[in-house]
């Protein structure tokens, strides 16, 4: 099975189709009627897909098994045609495209099966999807060829040259894949004036997107959220709790996190875990959506 731990909640819809094609209108209205020899067609259908829909990743083997929380069986008629369509509605970390498309298959079976005693020439045909929603494949595309980003590494070790950094390199390279090509990148030790300096930097040059990596822990040195504070003029508790949340599913431990977010004037702040690990989580759990914020604070979107 395919690896979706990494993946967040969403709400996830789809919507399939099939086409039960008869040989003859009397076909239909005996449907229609409720005249079928072997019993209500369309209810016996309607019954099937839903067990359908509940039972994929029983009969299909690369499927998830997940949570379904809406589902929906509807009929249309034309002439000699029964149109199917069945609707999902998941919250999960992976779609429902093919829990509906199931769903939509089985039905056909079951109406074939009902009416071939009375129509030998019966077909299924078009079992397709319709549509589907939710996830990243259904994201608005975000203009970020415009924003400017600064990765500041805070670590007295990485500063001194006794580690290597590697969170820091993370972000920039995320921030790279999100489309982002102005990054600054530097590195200070845990100190509450050399990231305040960071900070005056940036903003002087208009930076749109800071980001720190490191001290948002519980030692001594651990001071970035300090150092930030008296920056934000507009705090978004909403990213850091996204995240941790996100992290907490994981690793129990990320709930230490103590770091802040929000928009020091025109410029968006997040102070990030220094732990590669971390930063890796933070960037699945808030990009792409994170940059969304620059449409809504100019008034652009919701």
Do not use: W
Not at 51 to 74: N, Q, R
Not at 89 to 112: F, N
């Amino acid at each position: 099975m395919v690896d979706i731990t990494f993946k967040t909640f969403t709400l996830r819809k789809a919507i399939a189709a099939a086409t039960i094609k008869t040989s003859s209108v009397s076909t239909i209205e005996a449907v229609k009627n409720g005249t079928v020899p072997k019993g209500n067609v369309l209810e016996f259908a309607r019954a099937s897909a839903l067990l359908a829909i509940k039972k994929t990743s029983d009969v299909i083997p690369d499927c998830h098994p997940l949570p379904v929380e809406f589902a929906a069986i509807s009929y249309d008629f034309d002439e000699i045609n029964i149109h199917i369509k069945v609707e999902v509605h998941t919250i999960y970390k992976t779609g429902v495209e093919v829990e509906a498309m199931h769903g939509a298959s089985v039905a056909s079976l079951v109406i074939y099966d009902m009416l071939k005693p009375i129509d030998k020439n019966v077909e299924i045909s078009n079992i397709k999807l319709l549509e589907k929603q939710g996830g990243k494949s259904n994201q608005k595309n975000i203009d970020v060829t415009h924003l400017t980003a600064a990765v500041v590494v805070c670590s007295d070790s990485v500063s001194q040259g006794i580690k290597e950094d590697s969170s820091g390199k993370i972000l920039v390279e995320a921030l790279q894949k999100q489309g982002i090509n102005t990054i600054d990148y530097s590195v200070v030790s845990d100190d509450i004036s050399a990231i305040r300096q960071q900070i005056e930097l940036f903003k002087n040059k208009g930076c749109n997107l800071l980001l720190f990596t490191g001290g948002t822990g519980l030692s001594d040195r651990d001071v970035t959220p300090e150092a930030v504070h008296p920056f934000i003029t507009k705090e978004i508790p909403g990213i850091m709790e996204t995240a941790r949340n996100y992290g907490q599913e994981r690793v129990k431990t990320s709930m230490l996190s103590r770091g802040i977010a929000g928009f020091s004037d025109d410029m968006l702040i997040l102070t990030l875990p220094g732990s590669s690990g971390a930063v890796k989580e933070y960037v699945q759990a808030l990009f792409p959506q994170i940059l969304h914020i620059f449409s809504v604070k100019q008034g652009a979107g919701h």
